[in-house]
Every structure is written in C-alpha cells, then in structure tokens.
C-alpha cells in the first residue's frame, strides 16, 4: 500500500489561514518525495521540528530549487531545541536570506525563571478513531531523528517499511 499525504484535507479545512506544512510526520525525506509543485507553490512556508537545522534547510531549498520555485518568499519556522539566541543567530546565518526565518520557542517559552528547569514535555496525539462503530487507529510520527519517533511500535516499523519503498 503507498502512503501519500493528504496536503488536500489540510488546504480544504484551513483555506489558506494555516499555510505552513508539517514536514516531519513521515520524515522530511518522505515528505519532499510528496511534496508536489502545486502544494510547494501553494504553502507558504515549512518548519522544521527534527534533526540538524542546517542538513534540513539545505534539503527544503534544494527541493523548492528542482521544482523552479522561488525560495525568498517563502518562511521556514525553525521551533526544534529552540532555546537561545545564539542558536538562533546561528540559523540566521545558514538561511542568509534564502528564505524568510521564524522561530517557535516552546518549552522555554513556559517557564522563563532563572533557577527552576523547565519540564521538557510535548503532547502528541497516540491515537484516534472516527466514531464508536469503527475501531481505534493508532497515530504516530516519524522524525527524522530516530530516537523521536512516537507512537505504538508495530504501526511505527510498518510505515517505515511503507516509505522505504
């Protein structure tokens, strides 16, 4: 069975109003295969939420550049470990004017006291069903940094197979 990503459900809910694609529920790798001229025009921008900045940035500009499309207008939101400015210099600098930057800053944003650790927590949905008659799906999420995958451990292996091929 191939996977493909429903970009359309996203467009056809949120009409423009959230124009920022998700890029790392399948893994970046697998989401530039899908990420299609029409939905790479369409989008406004991508985040990054895994692994290295920089491999992933050059990634995201490579992919909008085989396609022919314009990387200056478009935003990467940086929002992975975002927890000081001199990270944030440092991205600056690695996206140079290729493209717009933001920054999510979420667990710092939380707790900004000085001497108490900020609890390094995030929610993800584990799984979901669409009514009582049909049975519970499991959801998952495939970083690209191994150890961050999420979800029941069968469905994570049988995706990873599915994208491979």
Not at 3 to 11: A, D
Not at 18 to 25: I, N, V
């Given at each position: 069975?191939r ?9 056809d ?13 399948f ?33 995201v ?62 929610i ?23 150890g ?11 995706y ?6």
């Open positions: 069975m996977i493909t990503l429903y970009f359309g459900k996203w467009v809910t949120y009409q423009g109003l959230l124009g920022t694609a998700l890029p790392d529920t893994t970046t790798d697998f989401f530039l295969r899908t990420f299609s001229p029409f939905y790479a025009k369409l989008f406004d921008g991508i985040r990054h939420d895994s692994g290295d900045p920089k491999i992933w940035l050059e990634k500009i490579g992919h909008f550049e085989k396609l022919g499309i314009d990387t200056k207008p478009k935003r990467v939101v940086f929002s992975d470990g975002i927890n000081s400015l001199d990270k944030v210099k440092t991205i600056i600098k690695d996206v140079d004017g290729r493209m717009m930057a933001s920054f999510g800053i979420g667990t710092w944003l939380t707790n900004d006291f000085e001497d108490i650790e900020p609890l390094n927590m995030v993800k949905l584990v799984s979901a069903k669409k009514n009582a008659y049909e049975p519970q799906r499991f959801a998952i999420k495939l970083s690209d940094v191994i961050k995958h999420n979800g029941d451990e069968a469905t994570i292996q049988d990873l197979k599915r994208i491979s091929s």
